[in-house]
Structure formats: structure tokens, C-alpha cells
């Protein structure tokens, strides 16, 4: 044995024959080799170890560590992002948390319980497959450079894949991103009802890349969030019914202003439409004359989305106000 180990003497000054040092060849032998000569305290058995072996066992080691430990911190990324996101959900969150999404009209809580936990459900699928694209990532790149690959031209193919990919679908791209920021933003939700320049109505679903809405026709539209340079919301905080009464130009304009205040201040009170109303009435005069007619205008401040309801019964009171107090409701013509 000292006859084999001879000629390494030179060049390990370190190694004293009948250890581990000597048998595994290194000043600092791996877990592995120590093991295989502590067991065997055979020379040549554990330099063929070494020779073969040890690197590969060691490797995968190192690989089995590795992917552990991302699997581990991925259900625990995984489980800190769902348990957010029902507290947000479930109205669970901090009141600090809960005020920068506090509306002024408070009566409709199902409708804001359904917007939150749809917006809930949806940043955390974003979020979760986020932190297991990232998570997963850096354990492949690790795993790579556990196998001796060099990773330069790996990383260099894989920006120039990404670039061409990125030129390829950058319209998905833009969806996507537009509808991260119209999530994070609460710029509108499902149930309520908006107007995107092509199309109008309720909002059914809303995802990263589309969102569904229903028009009064009842036909479904798919807009790719993307395309949507501009959003009105007649359902946030609240709505405004605005009511323009065309009478005869013969009418006293005072007597009219004073049937319509009053039947709206009737209606504000009247079961059913007194939580719907949501300031007093208020008629704010003249908005035009058009030929034989003289337009009237009132207003009322109503919950979100109930602007038609609180319009239409509003009409048909004034309609039966005006039956008995005599007075003719005009066609307008042209408006000056």
C-alpha cells in the first residue's frame, strides 16, 4: 500500500497513508468517501468510489436538496398567498386594509363581498403561479450548475427565445398586463355595469386577459382587456338619474318645478326607494327651450347602478302628477 501511495507523496504532502485524505485523494474528502472507507478501510475500493461514483451520488445529492427545498418553499409561498387572499375574500382583512376600498354608498354589501373575493381569487392565481415560475426557476438553474453545465449560453438562448416570444405574443402580453393593473386598481367589477366605447353592460366575469360582459340585448361580449383605452363605471361609489321633463312652453315654469320637487320628494321617501335614493331630490330648472317646449331638468343621487330603476318609476309618478294637476307634456323640437 505505502508502495502506491509513494509516487502521491510529492504531491500530497497532506495525505498519511491509512486515512481518508489519502484514500479519497483530497485534502478535504467528500461526506460520501469518508463513509466508503470508514466502512471498508479498503484503498483502492474507495478510490474506485471516488473515481466513479462519488461525483454522480454527490450530484444527486445536491439535486434531491435542492428540489426539496423549492418544493418546500413553494407550498409555503403557496400557502402564505391563498390564506391573503381569503382574508381579502372573506372581509377578514385589517380595517387600514379594508378603507382604501370602502365605497361612499355602503348599502349593497353582497355586491362588494363578490367584487373582493373575485378580485381575491384572481390576484391569487396570478400570484401563485408567479411564485412557482420563480421559485422553480432558480432551482433549475442550481440543479443545472450542480451538473457542471455553464449556464452563459443557456441564459443567452434563453433571452433571445424570450425577445422572440415576447415579439410574438406581445398583444397576450398586453392583456395580461392591462388586466393586472385594472384588478389592482378596482376600476370595475363583476355586476357592475360599464361602457368601453364598443360595447356596454354587465359585467359577468373578469380574467387576466378578457373581461365578459352583458349588453340589454342580452348578447355577451369578450373584450381583451388590452384594447380597452378607456372605462366608464356606472356602478362605483354611485350612480346620478337625470331626468329632463319636456312641457308646454304655455306651462307656469314654477308650478312645474314645484310638482316635480315634490313627487320626488315623495318617492325618496316611499318603502323600497328610500334606501335606493340616497340624497334629497333636486330639480335645478330650465335646460333648454325647444320649440313649443320648455325642458326641465331634476336630478337624484342614487345607488350604484340603480340610475334606470329610480328613472323610470320616477317618470311614471311625474306622468301621473301632471294628469292631475292639468298640465301637457310637450314634444321638443329643436332645442335653442
Aim: aromatic content about 6%; some cysteine; hydrophobic content about 45%.
Amino acid at each position: 500500500m505505502s508502495l502506491t501511495l509513494a509516487p502521491l507523496a510529492p504531491l500530497m504532502p497532506w495525505a498519511q497513508n491509512g486515512t481518508p485524505e489519502a484514500a479519497c485523494q483530497s485534502r478535504d474528502p467528500s461526506v460520501a468517501c469518508r463513509v466508503v472507507w470508514n466502512i471498508s478501510h479498503n484503498d483502492d475500493f474507495t478510490r474506485f468510489f471516488r473515481n466513479w461514483l462519488d461525483r454522480p451520488l454527490n450530484t444527486l445529492f445536491w439535486i434531491i436538496v435542492i428540489l426539496a427545498i423549492a418544493l418546500v418553499l413553494r407550498v409555503m409561498a403557496h400557502r402564505m398567498i391563498t390564506r391573503i387572499t381569503l382574508r381579502m375574500a372573506e372581509s377578514t382583512m385589517s380595517e387600514r386594509v379594508r378603507e382604501r376600498s370602502r365605497t361612499v354608498f355602503d348599502g349593497s354589501p353582497a355586491l362588494l363581498n363578490q367584487r373582493r373575493a373575485q378580485r381575491a381569487r384572481t390576484m391569487g392565481s396570478v400570484l401563485r403561479s408567479i411564485a412557482s415560475i420563480v421559485i422553480m426557476g432558480m432551482a433549475l438553474f442550481s440543479i443545472l450548475g450542480q451538473i457542471g453545465l455553464n449556464l452563459t449560453p443557456v441564459l443567452a438562448s434563453a433571452t433571445v427565445i424570450g425577445m422572440a416570444v415576447g415579439f410574438g405574443a406581445q398583444n397576450i402580453v398586453k392583456d395580461f398586463l392591462a388586466g393586472l393593473f385594472m384588478l389592482l386598481e378596482d376600476q370595475y367589477g363583476v355586476g357592475d355595469v360599464i361602457d368601453v366605447g364598443t360595447a356596454k353592460g354587465t359585467v359577468e366575469a373578469v380574467t387576466l386577459r378578457v373581461t365578459r360582459m352583458r349588453d340589454v340585448n342580452g348578447v355577451v361580449w369578450y373584450v381583451p382587456n388590452g384594447e380597452i383605452k378607456k372605462v366608464g363605471n356606472e356602478s362605483q361609489n354611485w350612480g346620478r338619474a337625470v331626468l329632463d321633463i319636456p312641457v308646454d312652453i304655455g306651462e307656469n315654469v314654477e308650478k312645474v318645478k314645484e310638482i316635480l320637487q315634490s313627487t320626488a320628494d315623495e318617492m325618496s321617501v316611499a318603502p323600497g326607494w328610500d334606501e335606493v335614493i340616497l340624497e334629497e331630490p333636486s330639480v335645478w330648472g330650465v335646460q333648454a327651450l325647444a320649440g313649443d317646449a320648455v325642458i326641465v331638468r331634476m336630478v337624484l343621487k342614487t345607488a350604484p347602478g340603480r340610475q334606470a330603476d329610480v328613472a323610470r318609476e320616477l317618470r311614471e309618478r311625474v306622468k301621473k302628477s301632471f294628469d292631475e294637476a292639468n298640465i301637457s307634456v310637450a314634444t321638443p323640437s329643436a332645442t335653442l
